[in-house]
Antibody
Framework: EVQLVESGGGLVQPGGSLRLSCAAS????????MSWVRQAPGKGLEWVAN????????YYVDSVKGRFTISRDNAKNSLYLQMNSLRAEDTAVYYC???????????WGQGTLVTVSS | AIRMTQSPSSLSASTGDRVTITCRAS??????LAWYQQKPGKAPKLLIY???TLQSGVPSRFSGSGSGTDFTLTISCLQSEDFATYYC?????????FGPGTKVDIK
């Protein structure tokens, strides 16, 4: 069974940093692109970033470029999102997701809440 | 970035109804369009990708159509478990973008 479990969320002050982790199991992690998607409270979905199987390609939404870094450790079956210079508008539930061959997320974790507030 | 719009933003329907949701892209995206269902407090669920390909395990009452800029999601016979919010997503180009969602609730 495919499982994705996010961790690392919490309350952080504006300008602060946080590192999210996603532990994957039930599939060959190193064979899939992986994504982060977020959802602000009561709002819609926003794609944040994705990363190729070997980490050689990464893509970001403009609003996080230069502040967020997606990475992965295939030996640990883990996906990460390093978030720096956090802003109030980054407050959201962050979902880790596995991308299909068609490059769309098929399996999603349950999400981890990041709250940026003073 | 490609902008995605959906209509209606919400609709009320009854069990057994046929429901159609429209998604429009600000520029052509070929068939690089997916549909998701999300229930409150839950992660989204992939229903359809490549505009019309049903994800494994998704009931056949869900169908998708369209290409270019205009797409539709149809639920042929609404069931109680289908009351949720539906999102379209383009993956033709980066950044991938989602529509604002269509909430389907009980009439």
């Amino acid at each position: 069974e495919v499982q994705l479990v996010e961790s690392g969320g919490g309350l952080v002050q504006p300008g602060g940093s946080l590192r999210l982790s996603c532990a994957a199991s039930g599939f060959t992690f190193s064979s899939y692109w992986m994504s982060w998607v977020r959802q602000a409270p009561g709002k819609g979905l926003e794609w944040v970033a994705n990363i190729k199987q070997d980490g050689s390609e990464k893509y970001y939404v403009d609003s996080v470029k230069g502040r967020f870094t997606i990475s992965r450790d295939n030996a640990k079956n883990s996906l990460y999102l390093q978030m720096n210079s956090l802003r109030a508008e980054d407050t959201a539930v962050y979902y880790c997701a596995r991308d299909t061959v068609a490059m769309v997320p098929d399996y999603w974790g349950q999400g981890t809440l990041v709250t940026v507030s003073s | 970035a490609i902008r995605m719009t959906q209509s209606p933003s919400s609709l009320s329907a009854s069990t057994g109804d046929r429901v159609t949701i429209t998604c429009r892209a600000s520029q052509g995206i070929s068939s690089y369009l997916a549909w998701y269902q999300q229930k409150p407090g839950k992660a989204p669920k992939l229903l359809i990708y490549a505009a019309s390909t049903l994800q494994s395990g998704v009931p056949s009452r869900f169908s998708g159509s369209g290409s270019g800029t205009d797409f539709t999601l149809t639920i042929s016979c609404l069931q109680s478990e289908d009351f949720a919010t539906y999102y379209c997503q383009q993956y033709y180009s980066y950044p991938q973008t989602f529509g604002p969602g269509t909430k389907v609730d009980i009439k």
